[in-house]
């Protein structure tokens, strides 16, 4: 079956340090993979998606870039965090294909202090 | 631009009660729709979907029906229990077939025995 690993649950980094979230998704090929983020009292926003290794599409410009070095790796970064970074962060994955279910992560909790 | 808008919380009631979230969109084109449950401590579960107009999606007692002249799929439960308290998000995916969720805000349903 299909399993979503994402990793760290929590975060509290200082504000000027760089950031890296990792999603690996087992037990599934090519997949779309996405990053949402919940900031407080918003809803989720799409981040990033990606369809392919290296293809990477971003949503809103903000101050995260992601990567995808592997079919199943989802890699989110930033070189310098701000205080507005703060916030819940949410990989997914969907097959494709017309597929409408996605599968989300549990989640990483960051704290930009 | 394609967006969800769901009705605030906490909607707080006793076990058996019935639920009604609210949630209206506006989107271009043929969006399908979505109901996603994070319980405490986890990351996003779907609950149901629909994908054309007068669809009903249903899972677990939920149902909601999507509405396309009033442009809504409003969230329904018979009669709630204990276990049912988490937070739900309405969301649609554009028909683009990239699967890109837009979500509501979501609404935390407390529900006491």
């Known amino acids: 079956s299909q399993t979503i690993h994402q990793w760290p649950a929590t975060l509290v980094q200082p504000v000027g340090s760089p950031l890296s979230l990792e999603c690996t998704v087992e037990?599934?090929?090519?997949?779309?993979l996405y990053w949402y983020r919940q900031a407080a009292g918003r809803g989720l926003q799409l981040l990033f998606y990606?369809?392919?290794?290296?293809?990477i599409s971003s949503e809103v410009p903000q101050n995260l870039s992601a990567s995808r070095p592997q079919d199943r790796q989802f890699i989110l970064s930033s070189k310098k965090l701000l205080l507005s970074d703060s916030g819940f962060y949410l990989c997914?994955?969907?097959?494709?294909?017309?597929?409408?279910?996605?599968?989300f992560g549990q989640g990483t909790r960051l704290t930009v202090v | 631009g394609n967006s969800v808008t769901q009705m605030e919380g906490p909607v707080t009631l006793s076990e058996e009660a019935f639920l009604t979230i609210n949630c209206t969109y506006t989107?271009?084109?043929?969006?399908?729709l979505f109901w996603y449950v994070q319980y405490p401590g986890e990351g996003l579960q779907l609950l149901l979907k629909a994908t054309k107009a007068d669809d009903k999606g249903s899972n677990k007692g939920f149902e909601a029906t999507y509405r396309k002249e009033t442009t809504s799929f409003h969230l329904e439960k018979g009669s709630v229990q204990v276990s049912d308290s988490a937070v739900y998000f309405c969301a649609l995916s554009d028909d683009t077939g990239f699967q890109k969720l837009v979500f509501g805000t979501g609404t935390r349903l407390l529900v006491s025995p």
């Open positions: 997914a994955w969907n097959a494709g294909l017309g597929s409408t279910e996605a599968f």
């Open positions: 990606s369809v392919g290794i290296g293809q």
């Open positions: 989107a271009t084109g043929y969006p399908s």
């Open positions: 037990g599934t090929s090519n997949p779309n």
